[in-house]
């Protein structure tokens, strides 16, 4: 049998907002179900034990009816406060009434599943691993990246039917996070489930978190049971710190285990977000209120396409502005009828080839390899670039931040450097001004800064 822990935390921001909304987890509508009892679905199957569900407190009554409305019974383990990922897990194991070689799934609720079989699937295949000891995380190939739970870099390429070792395990605060784009072996993004035993787990938290498990252990022994619901004393918890499951014991273990998933990436589709209307606030507005309040890394904001019968002229009417260029020659480019201007050149980075070229824009379709940069010149003031296909990282001397498929951004002149940090190649429409592109060509196509 299987030990589900289900992570249905709240941020403060969340606690602070309980008036008047829930976290993205708990949210449903008129028949449609929540994430939240999505996941207690996908875990109703007969090789689980009863879920323990982690939340705070002044969530338990949402969470109970959303059980209850599912059919699952369970027990409800109440912080005290906003959520602590490594402090709730082992807070969860300490209430577990099992053997010590009892299998334990730790996942998190916004977890979204097209069918409850993916996961069992999935956990067929790493049962066996986790029963020898070692932790099986799930991971998903995806090209759109997100930091909220870590990055897994596999020994060698990827067992269809079984596990596949581990060879290194970067969390979204490692300082070595950049470096695995220089890595050739195959690349999944952990989706934050885990499957381990419980003594592993526990012997885990004793070598790497003792100042973690210990606070957890003494607020469950001290914690307030009342019919299924254990609410964990506040003082004790208090002194737990608030870090991820995966900063606090993943990152320093040996013996990790994948075997991927084959599903929805569980922030990909989170919100559906205009960013043309969506303000700085609203934006950290639903960051913060992230099931983990760790998701300042995956900026998902996919927009509206705009399709154009005819091309916009670049050459002589000066109302085509850079943006309406570059949606226009990316649909076209996707549909496969954009012609260029020329051959293109082959690059260290990728490939180049010129779409159009006129007194006011040079149009270019830019292919990034995966793992590759592209090196940019001071000289791009005023270039506005289109993400067709792929994920693109854009760092600039204050920042960084993330593109994804269909999503635009302008420079003012501070771009330094675009990533491509997918699994495929990352295709870009590019439409600078025809003086900043003439300064720039030599350097960018040379691929050098």
């Known amino acids: 049998m299987i030990y589900p822990i289900i992570l249905a935390g709240a941020t403060a921001s969340d606690i602070a907002s309980s008036a008047d909304m829930v976290p993205m987890h ?23 034990q009863a879920p323990t569900v982690v939340t705070s407190g002044i969530f338990a009554e949402v969470a109970h009816t959303q059980m209850e409305a599912t059919g699952i ?9 906003a959520t602590k990922t490594a402090a709730g897990v082992i807070a969860a194991l300490h209430s577990l009434r099992a053997a010590a070689d009892s299998l334990v799934l730790i996942l998190p609720a916004d977890q979204d599943f097209d069918d409850a079989n993916q996961l069992q699937d999935a956990l067929a295949q790493g049962v066996l691993a986790a029963q020898q000891g070692d932790i099986v995380m799930l991971g998903v190939q995806t090209d ?3 930091r ?54 526990l012997a885990a938290y004793k070598k790497h978190a003792a100042r973690i498990l210990m606070p957890s252990k003494t607020a469950v022994a001290r914690g307030l049971q009342v019919d299924g619901i254990l609410t964990l004393d506040a003082e004790s918890y208090r002194r737990s710190r608030g870090i991820p499951f995966e900063n606090a014991v993943l990152r320093h273990l040996d013996r990790l285990s994948v075997v ?40 998902t904001l ?9 091309r916009p002229t670049a050459t002589t009417h000066g109302g085509s502005d850079a943006a309406t260029l570059a949606i226009w020659y990316g649909d076209q480019l996707r549909e496969g009828g954009a012609r260029t201007a020329d051959q293109g050149a082959m690059e260290s980075w990728g490939h180049s080839e010129t779409l159009d070229m006129g007194a006011q824009h040079i149009v270019k379709h830019l292919t990034v390899l995966p793992g590759q940069s592209l090196p940019l ?6 270039t506005h ?65």
């Open 302 to 310: 996919p927009h509206s396409r705009k399709v154009f019968a005819d």
């Open 144 to 146: 759109r990246a997100c």
């Open 260 to 299: 991927e998933l084959d599903a929805g990436w569980n922030e990909l589709d989170a919100w559906q977000v205009e960013p043309e209307v969506a303000s700085d606030a609203e934006w950290e507005a639903w960051l913060s209120g992230s099931v983990s309040g760790e998701a300042g890394w995956c900026k």
């Open 73 to 81: 019974t369970g027990q409800l383990l109440l912080e005290p406060g």
């Open 385 to 449: 670039w289109r993400v067709v296909e792929g994920s693109a990282m854009i760092s600039s001397q204050e920042r960084v931040q993330m593109v994804w498929r269909d999503q635009s951004l302008t420079s003012g002149g501070e771009i330094q450097q675009i990533d491509n940090i997918g699994i495929r190649p990352l295709h870009l429409i590019e439409v600078a001004p025809a003086r900043s592109a003439w300064m720039a060509e030599r350097r960018i196509l040379s691929g050098v800064a």
């Open 377 to 382: 010149s001071v000289a791009t003031l005023g």
């Open 148 to 201: 909220s739970h870590g990055y897994i870099e596999c020994a060698r390429s990827l067992v269809a039917d079984g596990v596949t070792p581990v060879s290194k395990f970067l969390d979204q605060r490692s300082p070595a996070f950049d470096g695995w784009r220089e890595q050739p072996a195959a690349k999944l993004w952990n989706t934050g489930i885990f499957l381990a035993r419980l003594d592993t787990l």
């Open 26 to 48: 708990f949210e449903d509508a008129t028949g449609v179900e929540s994430r939240f009892q999505t996941v207690l679905s996908a875990v109703a199957a007969p090789e689980f």
